[in-house]
Each structure stands twice: as structure tokens, then as C-alpha cells.
């Protein structure tokens, strides 16, 4: 009963920007923290971001000075602002939402993934 999903995945040359989006959406959804994850093609699913209710970040090595990570409560929305961004940046990048209540049994919920491809 929980819906993640992702949006503004796209195709940029290195050096561009896109902006990540990921709604929340759910009955009686309390959320810890949400954050993005991403997977390039033969490599594990890494954390990018994260972002607690409480306002606190968190940000890989490879990302910071680069990556900003913010949400809209309002509207359970998280973003992920990717500038200068790097070949190496390429993956699917997955939203992660993590809540305080179990809802049907879980407490962690992925979206489908949007694809990031940065051109040389």
C-alpha cells in the first residue's frame, strides 16, 4: 500500500545537472528517512543520499560537493540535485523510504528506479 516513485532520469552530458524526484505515498506513513540508491551495470547497489525527518544528511564520498539531497514534507517528496555530474555517475538510481511504523509488515519500500546515463 506504499508507492514509491521516481522521476527526471535522463540523458545528460558530463558537467550537466538533473534533478531526481520521489514521491511517497501511502495511508498513515511515517517516515524515517528516505534516500537514493544507485546500481551501474556489474556493480552493487550503493547509497547516495540520505535524508532524515530530523533534517540530518548523509552523502557517499563520490557524490558530496555535487549532490544535494532536500524534500518537500508536504509532499513526501525527496529530490536528489545532481550537478557536474560524471560519466562514472551513470547507474539506475532507486529511492529508498524507510518509515517509523511497519505498514502490511515492512518498513522499507523501493521505487522502481530511474535511469541516469551522463555522455563523455
Known amino acids: 500500500q506504499v508507492q514509491v516513485v521516481e522521476s527526471g532520469g535522463g540523458l545528460v552530458q558530463a558537467g550537466g545537472s538533473l534533478r531526481l524526484s520521489c514521491t511517497a505515498s501511502?495511508?498513515?506513513?511515517?517516515?524515517?528517512?528516505m534516500g537514493w540508491y544507485r546500481q551501474a551495470p556489474g556493480k552493487q547497489r550503493d547509497r547516495v543520499a540520505r535524508?532524515?525527518?530530523?533534517?540530518?544528511?548523509n552523502y557517499a564520498d563520490s557524490v558530496k560537493g555535487r549532490f544535494t539531497i532536500s524534500r518537500d514534507n508536504a509532499k513526501n517528496t525527496v529530490y536528489l540535485q545532481m550537478n557536474s555530474l560524471k560519466p562514472e555517475d551513470t547507474a539506475v538510481y532507486y529511492c529508498?523510504?524507510?518509515?517509523?511504523?511497519?505498514?502490511?509488515?515492512?518498513?522499507?519500500?523501493w521505487g522502481q528506479g530511474t535511469q541516469v546515463t551522463v555522455s563523455s
Open positions: 529508498n523510504v524507510v518509515t517509523n511504523l511497519r505498514i502490511a509488515g515492512n518498513s522499507e519500500f
Open positions: 501511502g495511508s498513515m506513513l511515517n517516515i524515517w528517512h
Open positions: 535524508l532524515y525527518s530530523s533534517g540530518t544528511t
